[in-house]
């Protein structure tokens, strides 16, 4: 069984900033992607930051400059460092990976439960 525990969600007022955690663990054989995804009220869920194997990383335009991502291979954890807040970055953040259980095992797509983070004054 694999899981991926979030912390770091909270209340944050505009300008300031919050980091996310996600730890993968369970049987992981390898890690194709993993990272951030948030879904707004009303809204589709959307990419925020990822990695992809092989060291690319990935952010949506509304967040560069701004977010952050990093990892640790050794924890299987990503990091999301969330800098000069908006309200707009209101929303439910889901960590994601894509990952294979076994070498001879398709690679699937596993979600967190979501963390709730919000920007307000």
């Known amino acids: 069984q694999v899981q991926l525990v979030e912390s770091g969600g909270g209340l944050v007022q505009p300008g300031g900033s919050l980091r996310l955690s996600c730890a993968a663990s369970?049987?992981?054989?390898?890690?194709?992607?993993m990272g951030w995804y948030r879904q707004a009220p009303g809204k589709e869920r959307e990419l925020v930051a990822r990695f992809i194997s092989g060291g690319t990383t990935n952010y949506a335009d509304s967040v560069k400059g701004r977010f952050t991502i990093s990892r640790d291979n050794a924890k299987n954890t990503v990091y999301l460092q969330m800098n000069s807040l908006k309200p707009e970055d209101t929303a439910v953040y889901y960590c994601y990976a894509n990952l294979r259980k076994s070498a001879g095992y398709a690679s699937y797509n596993y979600w967190g439960q979501g963390t709730q983070v919000t920007v307000s004054s």
């Open positions: 369970g049987t992981i054989f390898s890690i194709n992607a």
